[in-house]
């Protein structure tokens, strides 16, 4: 087990040498050059001129962010099955009681996100985050919003901002500052966008939280290789858009724009759990994240309007859009967007960061441009959908294998289709679902699967024969 320690504050209480477990620190001071977490997120309230959140907005930014450090710096491959982890967290909260009522609700909610066994241990303080100081210029008028949307610079979420323009929503844009290549494409998005609705008052706020290596009890830095899943990244995301949208007002919505296929996360083959792909706007975790969020008193809700339709449908909703034609093909949909540099090597036409065109999103979004006709999309040119392809990324874990586990789900659903208690069978192994999502979902299944196998009939050179999926089987 990982048991992690969070500091608030140099005043805040430390680990002693009497302690007998074996720990890992996190420290979130005031001052960054004393801290072991570097973070701006101070700017999601001084930005509007406040000093600091409310306690228990502060204790849920402080609970997101000491997981997602956690999860950051843990590394998958040092557990047993090179996957769940057991991680206990110690965290500081200044509404103690509210926490330790939904303690076991937040354990299990956070274990379906990322895939792991939490633990919390939540403590008493009374110290506020970063409350030293506020801002009285650059400020952003909390009276023009109505709503607060996550914009992560994905072909979803742009999607996302068309459509609550195009309803005239005056929106607050949440994204997370990771890389400066993506923070570029997130404010060349968004500022296309906010130019051509000009009558209507968006802002784009951008924070970042990066832990880095922690420290052992004794004072030893703990060198860890960085985990690349962060599972939990979008939790911290939500904690984010959810502080900012408590300043707007109490009842300011939350969106987190997603296509339902993704959504639902059904496992592209029986060996894989469904965790190797997001699970954030599946409902069980929306629905049980709302439901404690509600109980420790924060009424903003989180939703996702997305949710019964598949990435094909979004886009045919806005091809018709000359900014979505003009900026749908600079959107990063790409698991590793930026990992196509180590490719540079190879060929000067790489230029980062850039969708690779063979990981599940890319292949997703790929299939969802096939139904509207066009994609501008410049794809890794050094690798393309192929039998080849596959033969020459073979191993378990290659650049192949998203894909050769697409083509099993497609084999799947061919010999499948009719059988529609075999679909709903697959849409609830997460979870359960109730009738109106179970309908939904099955609807939004077939279709994305349709997406797919059309993407593929057009773009995958000898892909069908590979799999052992025959046209005739296909009509």
């Not at 937040?106 to 008493?124: A, C, M, V, Y």
């Not at 091809?319 to 949909?333: V, Y």
């Not at 540099?341 to 036409?349: A, P």
């Not at 359960?432 to 999502?437: A, G, I, R």
Request: aromatic share 10%; glycine share 6%.
């Amino acid at each position: 087990m990982n048991n992690i320690w969070i500091n608030k504050n140099r005043d805040d209480f430390s680990l002693t040498e009497t302690t007998s477990e074996s720990f890992f620190i996190f420290s979130m001071f005031d001052k960054q050059n004393k801290s072991n977490v570097k973070t701006d997120m101070e700017q999601l309230w001084r930005r509007f001129g406040k000093k600091s959140l409310s306690n228990i907005n502060e204790d849920f930014l402080l609970i997101a962010s000491s997981v997602f450090c956690a999860d950051k710096r843990m590394p998958r491959n040092h557990s047993l099955d090179n996957w769940s982890r057991t991680i206990k967290l110690f965290i500081p909260v200044l509404e103690l009681e509210k926490w330790n009522s939904v303690k076991k609700d937040l354990e299990r909610t956070i274990g379906f996100l990322s895939g792991d066994k939490w633990i919390f241990e939540f403590r008493q303080t009374d110290l506020k985050f970063r409350a030293d100081k506020t801002n009285v210029k650059n400020l952003i008028s909390i009276d023009k919003f109505d709503s607060v949307s996550l914009f992560s610079g994905g072909l979803d979420s742009f999607c996302g901002a068309l459509s609550l323009s195009e309803d005239n929503k005056n929106t607050l844009y949440l994204g997370f500052r990771e890389y400066s290549l993506l923070t570029n494409r997130q404010r060349e998005l968004f500022d296309s966008i906010n130019n051509y609705y000009s009558e209507l008052e968006n802002e784009l706020l951008l924070f970042n939280v990066n832990p880095l290596a922690p420290i052992q009890k004794g004072g030893t830095v703990q060198k860890l290789t960085v985990e690349s899943t962060s599972r939990s990244r979008s939790l911290l995301f939500l904690a984010g858009a959810i502080s900012v949208a408590s300043i707007i007002g109490e009842k300011i919505p939350v969106y987190i724009p997603e296509n339902g296929f993704i959504g639902v996360n059904v496992p592209l083959t029986d060996s894989r759990s469904g965790s190797c792909s997001t699970r954030t706007t599946h409902p069980i975790f929306i629905n049980s994240l709302n439901d404690i969020l509600n109980k420790v008193g924060i009424e903003n809700r989180i939703s996702n309007f997305y949710w019964n339709k598949s990435k094909g449908e979004i886009l045919s909703e806005h091809k018709n859009n000359p900014i979505f034609n003009q900026l749908a093909s600079r959107t990063l949909s790409c698991s590793h967007p930026c990992l196509s540099r180590y490719d540079k090597k190879k060929s000067d036409k790489v230029v980062t960061p850039c969708n690779c065109g063979y990981c599940y999103p890319c292949l997703i979004r790929r299939a969802s441009f096939v139904k509207i006709g066009k994609d501008k999309t410049g794809y890794n040119p050094l690798y393309q959908l192929s039998r080849d392809f596959i033969l020459n990324h073979n191993n378990i874990q290659g650049r192949a294998s998203d894909l050769k586990a697409v083509l099993f789900s497609l084999r799947r659903y061919i010999e499948n289709k009719e059988d529609s208690e075999f679909i709903r069978s697959l849409l609830i192994r997460q979870g359960p679902l109730n009738s109106e999502e179970l309908v939904g979902y099955e609807r939004v299944y077939r279709q994305s699967m349709e997406e797919l196998l059309e993407m593929m009939r057009e773009n995958g050179e000898g892909l069908l024969e590979y799999a052992g999926i025959k046209e005739g089987n296909n009509e």
